[in-house]
């Protein structure tokens, strides 16, 4: 069974950065539209970025112009370069597929503050 295991979040203000990676167990980073989610608080999951199986990538028009996804399947990993972070990008980090294909990990915390 695949695992997925996300890293790189943490405390920031406002305008800061982060790189958040997201390793999975096997390779499928390729084969699949990997997907990056955000679960703000009190508010359901919600995918924010994705890149397709071509390589073609997608945004929330929230995140547009300051995320950017990216992935590397020699080291099974996805990842998400977080720009000039405003207050409203707080929340739990997951990745899956676009169809919640694996189980999900534990997420990483991004905490934005002014």
């Known amino acids: 069974q695949v695992q997925l295991v996300e890293s790189g979040g943490g405390f920031v203000q406002t305008g800061g950065s982060l790189r958040l990676s997201c390793v999975a167990s096997s390779n499928i980073v390729n084969d699949y539209t990997m997907t990056w989610y955000q679960q703000a608080p009190g508010k359901q999951r919600e995918p924010v970025a994705w890149i397709t199986r071509n390589g073609v990538t997608d945004y929330q028009d929230s995140v547009k112009g300051r995320f950017t996804v990216s992935r590397d399947s020699t080291e099974n990993t996805l990842y998400l370069q977080m720009l000039s972070l405003k207050r409203e990008d707080t929340g739990v980090y997951y990745c899956?597929?676009?169809?919640?294909?694996?189980?999900w990990g534990q997420g990483t915390q991004v905490t934005v503050s002014s």
């Open positions: 899956n597929s676009i169809a919640s294909s694996f189980p």
